[in-house]
C-alpha cells in the first residue's frame, strides 16, 4: 500500500513539473514574441527619422497634402539647395545604419495648379545642371553606415527668372522602402520685392506651436545682392554641419557665422538648420527664439 501510495506520489509531481515547464515555456515565448514586435516598431520609427530634408516634409506615401514653401525669384536668377538626407535635420550623428534607395520626383505646375508640358518653360529650369522635363525623375542612393545627403540645385537663369514667377515645383523624394513615408513639398515661385534684393532672414518654422516642442529649427535667408551675411548665434543653438557645407563652410565653423552671398548664378536662398545644445528653458518664447540669431547684411561696395 505504501509502495503504490510513493508512486502515486511520484507520478503527481511529475505532471505539475511538465504543466510548470509548460506554463513557463508559454510565458516566455509569448514575452519574447511582445520583444520582438517593440524591436520591430522601434526600427520602423527610426528609419522614418532618418530620411529627412532641409525644404522637403515627411508625408504619406499616398498623400497629396503638401506644404508651401516660398521661394523668392530675383533679377540675379533662382539657385536653391534642396538635400535629402539619411540622419534628422537636427543630428548628423543619428544616421541610417543601412543603405537607403529613393526617388525624387519633379513637376512643374502653373499658377492654376495644372502641370506643365511645355518643354520650352520646363528647360528653363535646370535640375543639378539638367534641364527640367515633364514629370522628372532621378534616383540615388543614400549610403548608411555615415552621415550622407543628396543635394539637388534647382537654378534657371536671370534671362528666365521673370516669365518663372507664379509656377511651383512639386517635389517628391520617395523611398524604395514602402514601409517609409516620402517626403514632399510645393516651393512657390514668388516675385521678389526690394527687401530681397538685399538680403534677410529668419526662422520659419509654425510660431503657432510653442518654441519649447521643437528641438532643431529652420532659419531662412533669401536675397540676391552681392555682400556679406553674418550670423551672430546664441549659445543656445549650433549650425548642423550639412548647413555649414552648403555655406561652403569649414566643418566646426562657430558664431559669428560670416559667408559671402549673391551674384550671377549664386544662391539665391538658403534654409539653414540649428540645433539646441542644451535643455530647454520652461518658460522659452518665440520672441526669445527669435532673437537667438543676429542677422546682419553689409552689400558689396561699388568702388
Not at 156 to 167: F, G, H, Q, R
Not at 175 to 191: E, V
Not at 244 to 268: A, C, H, N, W, Y
Not at 270 to 282: D, N
Request: aromatic content about 8%; charged content about 20%; glycine content about 8%.
Amino acid at each position: 500500500m505504501m509502495k503504490h501510495n510513493k508512486r502515486l506520489l511520484i507520478l503527481i509531481l511529475l505532471v505539475l513539473s511538465c504543466l510548470a515547464l509548460a506554463v513557463t515555456g508559454s510565458v516566455a515565448a509569448y514575452n519574447k514574441t511582445n520583444f520582438v514586435k517593440r524591436v520591430v516598431t522601434t526600427k520602423s520609427d527610426s528609419k522614418e527619422l532618418r530620411f529627412s530634408s532641409n525644404y522637403l516634409s515627411r508625408m504619406g506615401r499616398d498623400s497629396t497634402d503638401y506644404s508651401d514653401k516660398v521661394i523668392r525669384i530675383s533679377g540675379a536668377g533662382l539657385s536653391v539647395g534642396v538635400t535629402v538626407c539619411n540622419h534628422p535635420q537636427n543630428d548628423v550623428t543619428r544616421f541610417s545604419s543601412a543603405n537607403i534607395p529613393f526617388t525624387l520626383n519633379v513637376v512643374l505646375l502653373d499658377s492654376k495648379g495644372v502641370t506643365v508640358t511645355d518643354l520650352e518653360i520646363l528647360s528653363k529650369i535646370k535640375v543639378n545642371d539638367t534641364p527640367l522635363t515633364e514629370n522628372f525623375s532621378k534616383s540615388a542612393t543614400l549610403p548608411g553606415g555615415q552621415s550622407s545627403m543628396k543635394l539637388f540645385t534647382f537654378s534657371c537663369s536671370a534671362k528666365n527668372a521673370p516669365s518663372l514667377k507664379d509656377y511651383c515645383l512639386r517635389i517628391d523624394a520617395i523611398p524604395t522602402d514602402a514601409g517609409m513615408d516620402k517626403l514632399g513639398a510645393d516651393l512657390l515661385l514668388a516675385s521678389g520685392d526690394a527687401m530681397d534684393i538685399s538680403w534677410s532672414g529668419g526662422f520659419v518654422d509654425d510660431q503657432t506651436r510653442k518654441s519649447t516642442n521643437y528641438d532643431a529649427f529652420n532659419y531662412e535667408i533669401h536675397g540676391s545682392a552681392e555682400g556679406i551675411v553674418t550670423l551672430t548665434v546664441n549659445s543656445n543653438l549650433k549650425i548642423s554641419q550639412f548647413s555649414l557645407e552648403e555655406l561652403g563652410l569649414s566643418v566646426g565653423t562657430s558664431s559669428p557665422i560670416q559667408f559671402s552671398v549673391g551674384g550671377e548664378g549664386k544662391p539665391t536662398s538658403y534654409r539653414l538648420q540649428f540645433y539646441r545644445t542644451g535643455a530647454i528653458p520652461a518658460d522659452e518664447a518665440w520672441t526669445t527664439v527669435n532673437g537667438y540669431i543676429i542677422f546682419n547684411f553689409e552689400a558689396k561696395s561699388n568702388e
